[in-house]
């Protein structure tokens, strides 16, 4: 049927260790597990003939979140089945392959890092590669075999079964532990033992790979592709006899545990037995084309077609295939039967379990506690809560059966129960903190109420800060009934008891104040008596100071004129000066002109006539002496014209001198005014004093006009002999001898008039300080005489 392989001189049977990468196969994500991407064992048999799942790859799978699809391969030891994962992987090396005759994998090994992979319908999944021990290993027996076979079936979302050769008898032989699953396996925990089609709703696609195929494909004279070739092979064998019914119960076993199946020969890699041996040095240009192709073509299938695993509406994920695991691990260490529904349900039961657990941490850890207990707020921070707590659930449940729905009940009652305790108590608290506050403001306003300086505005301020605080600290559903509370017992008690007080007071301060009212009334009536005789005063005190200002305005005139004859007298001297000094230069000018004219002249006599030069030098010499004369005199003339100059500039300052001695003299006319202006003001003040004071401010009035008219007198201004100012009042010698004599009672103001009136106000400009006592000094030296 089967004719050989045309050019190919390979045999069946020969083996090879390690290949070059495939350009098809993904690169792998990073691994969860610390350090670079390796093998790890998932499934080993202990010394006690005990299946366990190694730590390490349990600590990896539970990290994967995520679907995942796991391919694995199995077959016969020492028959490449690690190159074929490595290939998958996109590497030379990485599953544990070697040439010699000893097994290299024993149980179960998973690859650390999970492929990222991308399903055509769009769904992104990891795939996990497992490697299986291989089966009819001479130091294992057939349960052993069995059981490894089965749970690679059941754990894998592909199968892939590996094989030297084509499909023949002893091929078929081989595989007749998958018969013997039907006993080690169940798919429900009732009614007896499973049949292979009931095995076959959970089995994983079915890729029979024949390695170093020498056969070409063809029948009854046409080409056919490889799932035709093992249809044909898995056909029933015509016949009868216990030998056909057992070739036929492996056929049908095949066709019903693996209902989606295929078929991919490779022909052998290398021609040369050698380079068999040394693959990993091998670059993958150098193997046969049709090698290459085929082994693209497995790839990009195992890629295409693996799905991730699912039993119902459950997805398998990296915990769920660790609880499936350990659950047939499980029954098989207890000498049961597997079973795959219950194991699927007991997976989805400790899932949902663990979704729940963590649900509930995670809504404990994200409800805010530190919000205010209002209803409204604490439903909020609740309804937050629940989201991310149902959140967390959906990522961690698997399945949609009775399991979860049993703890989606209990998460939700979890949750209502929880919230509901910690708003009884959160308001139980809120209702406590209430009370004690009430208390606390009570005491407070009270308080307030009962001070000795307690009125309404000094309790309503009270009253505002403690709503406040009580409003900002104090929460609940009865907060505001509490405060309504408070607020009319506080109305009934210490605040109207206030305002009682407050009213009797304002009684008897009021009978006070109308007793003040009728006395101030008398007193402003005596006041507008006082006030009318004031008026009269003032007026006449304003005449007065009129007076008194025209006569300081004419005086103020007469200076002004004098200051201007001033101004201009020095302004004539000025240009006298100048117009001296212009001469006096001309003039020294012309004499140097003249000078020079001469030298040159006698230079240049000596010049022309040397031979007279000893009798005409001494005339020269004389003559030269005239000029230098002359120029002595013209220098002589030029320090004069300075010192007139000089004598120009004492007169301006002494004119300076006299203008400071007006300014005093205009300063002391001020003094005076503001001295009549004094007792203006001390009369107005004894006019607002009480009915009492009445005719001693009186008396004081007339004592005052007296001394207004005396210090206010007008003055007169004389112009004496020696150009200086003097001031002449309308007093006699009698006035002055008594003023002399007492000097001492005199004000500096008055010190510097008198000074002034007797022409010494140039000697109060030289002193540096203007004190009584240096002022009083100058008086009795100058005006007094004495030493």
Partial sequence: MFKMFRGSDSSPQSSYSQSSSSSMSPSPSASPVTGPARPIRLVYCDEKGKFRMDPEAVATLQLVKEPIGVVSVCGRARQGKSFILNQLLGRSSGFQVASTHRPCTKGLWLWSAPLKRTALDGTEYNLLLLDSEGIDAYDQTGTYSTQIFSLAVLLSSMFIYNQMGGIDEAALDRLSLVTQMTKHIRVRASGGRSSASELGQFSPVFVWLLRDFYLDLVEDNRRITPRDYLELALRPVQGSGKDIAAKNEIRDSIRALFPDRECYPLVRPLNNENDLQRMDQISLDKLRPEFRAGLDALTKYVFERTRPKQIGATVMTGPVLVGITESYLEALNNG??????????????????????????????????????????????????????????????????????????LLQKFLRRAFEDYKRNAFMEADLRCSNTM?????????????????????????????????????????????????????????????KRLNDKIGSEKSSLMLRCRSMEDKMSLLHKQLEASEKDKSEYMKRYDEAINEKRKLADDYMRRI???????????????????????????????????????????????????????????????????????????????????????????????????????????????????????????????????????????????????????????????GGSVFKGHEDNQSQQTDQEDYRKFTIQELKQELTKHNYGAEILKLRTHNKKDILALYEKYVLQKS
């Fill in 336 to 409: 049961a039967v597997p079973t795959i529904s219950s194991s699927w349900q007991s997976v989805e039961e400790a899932e949902c379990r663990r979704a729940y657990d963590t649900a509930t941490e995670v809504y404990m850890s994200s409800f805010d506690r530190s919000k205010p207990p209002e209803e409204v707020v604490l439903r909020e921070s609740h309804e937050e809560a629940v989201q991310k707590s149902l959140a967390a659930f959906n990522a961690s449940a698997v399945g949609i059966g009775s399991a979860r729905k049993k703890y989606e009940g």
């Fill in 564 to 722: 201007n004859d001033l101004q201009s007298n020095r302004s004539s001297l000025d240009e006298r000066v100048r117009v001296s000094e212009m001469d006096a230069v001309s003039k020294v000018v012309l004499l140097e002109a003249r000078v020079e004219e001469r030298e040159k002249e006698i230079e240049s006599l000596l010049k022309s006539n040397n031979v007279e030069r000893a009798s005409t030098v001494k005339a020269l010499q004389d003559l030269l002496d005239d000029e230098r004369k002359a120029h002595s005199v013209a220098n002589k003339r030029a320090e004069d014209f300075s010192l007139q100059l000089e004598v120009a500039r004492a007169k301006l300052d002494s004119l300076q001198q006299e203008f400071t001695s007006v300014r005093l003299n205009e300063s002391a006319l001020d003094g005076r005014l503001k001295a009549a202006s004094h007792g203006k003001r001390f009369r107005t003040d004894d006019v607002e004093m009480g009915a009492g004071s009445v005719q001693e401010t009186g008396t004081n009035d007339s004592r005052g006009k007296k001394r207004s008219r005396s210090t206010t007198s007008p003055v007169m201004l004389t112009q004496p002999e020696d």
């Fill in 439 to 499: 208390q606390n403001m009570e005491k407070r306003l009270r308080t307030a109420c009962h001070a000795s300086d307690a009125n309404v505005d000094n309790v309503v301020k009270v009253l505002d800060g403690l709503l406040s605080e009580y409003e900002t600290s104090c929460h609940g559903p009865a907060k505001w009934k509490k405060l309504a509370m408070f607020l009319q017992q506080s109305l009934e008690g210490p605040i109207l008891d206030l305002a």
